[in-house]
């Protein structure tokens, strides 16, 4: 059974930092991509950034010089280092898998993802 967790998130003053984790289990982490998502209040869902299996990355641009999507393919965990933090970025992130196929030297489209996790909420004070 595929599992995927958040944690990390919490609340910070704009232009601070955060560092979100997802652990995985249920499958080969390795061989597929993974992505994190966010949605706040009234907006739709949108990706914030992907990682093949092999670690090549893909940015939104909201996301492109302040956050940074990594995996550990050792421990099973992708990671999103987010910094300069703004107001803006207050959702709530979501982990995501793409179990559709692997995907280990490219992944740069936000739709081909298949299985998500709960959830960690972000919070921004200005």
């Known amino acids: 059974q595929v599992q995927l967790g958040e944690s990390g998130g919490g609340s910070v003053q704009a232009g601070g930092s955060l560092r979100l984790s997802c652990a995985a289990s249920g499958y080969t982490f390795s061989r597929y991509c993974m992505g994190w998502f966010r949605q706040a209040p009234g907006k739709e869902r949108e990706g914030v950034a992907t990682?093949?299996?092999?670690?090549?990355?893909n940015y939104a641009d909201s996301a492109k010089g302040r956050f940074t999507i990594s995996r550990d393919n050792a421990k099973n965990t992708l990671y999103l280092q987010m910094n300069s933090l703004k107001p803006d970025d207050a959702a709530m992130y979501y982990c995501a898998a793409a179990l559709d196929g692997p995907r280990f030297l490219v992944c740069n489209n936000f739709n081909v993802f298949t299985h998500w996790g709960q959830g960690t909420q972000v919070t921004v004070s200005s």
């Open positions: 990682i093949a299996g092999g670690g090549t990355t």
